[in-house]
């Protein structure tokens, strides 16, 4: 007998479409005549625990949720060979987008039943996995405020006042770290580590990041006050921001990063440890289900890229 397809949802995110959308997913599951179990998560770290239950007996395991929901699942499976489909059903689901899965749920059936699967890399941070990006510093602060205040689903006006709070009242830290065993700064400033290249608002911080290559991708902006922090945002925006002399961008395997004080960091938009911080890579720890690329029609743009840019 052959096993069902596991659905995990969470319930808080996402808005009112997405929902009308959770109901054609069912009507397009049974339609193709494919067993499904779903399961509701009641709190943090729910989904973690039903994926490691289930990851054996499962054909796939299929996430209706944020990015946050997407890392609990993946840190209940990490090396089992069931699959992952992470669907877009949260506010930025950078996972899904990276991958190129699509949002219609037909199709999301499709890629379920036709798509190829692939071995995917998983950072680690002080013994986390973590699949997108971490940012540490301001990028960390901005999250630590919005998670006290947050209650239920965030929009993307839920993070206006804390950037604009952490804007005029940050106070950048010295950062020294040290990758793959060389000293790279030591200097004021803040830095993002990511899997993918996707950063919320469309924002490709680390642009040239494939989560396939065994490498993270490093990228530090020197930065002591605020008018800097404008000019780096300017440039990012435009992703020509290795460019800048006062920006490192690097791929490495190990990170040790250390501050002048215990500093906030996120992960993957959820609040991780405060520095120090211990950053390694997992080679294909994941097994994901997602479409063949595409040619980009951005291909002509001047870096390299892993097809999956838009
Ligand atoms: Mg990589």
Not at 100 to 123: A, F, H, K, N, Q
Not at 127 to 150: P, Y
């Amino acid at each position: 007998m052959s096993k069902p397809v596991h659905l995990i949802v969470n319930p808080h995110s996402g808005h009112g479409g997405r929902r009308h959308a959770l109901v054609d997913l069912r009507a397009a599951m049974r339609a193709a005549q494919v067993e499904m179990v779903e399961y509701t998560t009641k709190s943090a770290g729910d989904a973690t625990r039903y994926a490691r239950e289930i990851a054996e007996d499962a054909r796939a395991v299929m996430v209706w949720g944020g990015d946050g929901t997407v890392n609990d699942v993946v840190n209940g499976m990490i090396s089992s060979e069931t699959p992952i489909l992470p669907c877009r059903a949260g506010t930025e689901n950078l996972l899904a987008k990276e991958l190129r899965i699509p949002s219609d749920p037909r199709r999301i059936v499709e890629t379920l039943l036709t798509s190829p699967t692939r071995y995917c890399d998983v950072g680690v941070v002080n013994g986390h996995n973590f699949m997108l990006i971490i940012g540490i510093g301001f990028d960390g602060e901005v999250v630590r405020r919005l998670s006290a205040v947050r209650t239920g689903h965030i929009s993307y006006l839920s993070y206006f006042w804390p950037i604009w709070r952490t804007f005029w009242e940050h106070d950048f830290p010295k950062m020294r770290i040290i990758a793959d065993g060389k000293e790279i700064f030591n200097d004021y400033g803040m830095a993002f580590v990511g899997n993918i290249s996707r950063y919320a608002v469309g924002l490709r911080i680390c642009r040239d990041a494939v989560f396939d290559d065994g490498l993270l991708d490093l990228v530090v902006f020197s930065c002591k006050k605020q008018t800097a922090l404008v000019l780096h945002a300017a440039w990012t925006l435009l992703r020509r921001h290795p460019l800048k002399g006062d920006v490192i961008y690097k791929q490495f395997r190990n990170l040790q990063i250390e501050c002048d004080r215990p500093v906030s960091c996120q992960v993957d938009g959820d609040v991780g440890p405060d520095t120090p911080l211990d950053v390694s890579m997992a080679k294909g720890k994941i097994k994901l289900i997602m479409p063949e690329p595409r040619p980009s029609p951005w291909a002509i743009w001047p870096w390299k890229g892993n097809g999956r840019h838009d």
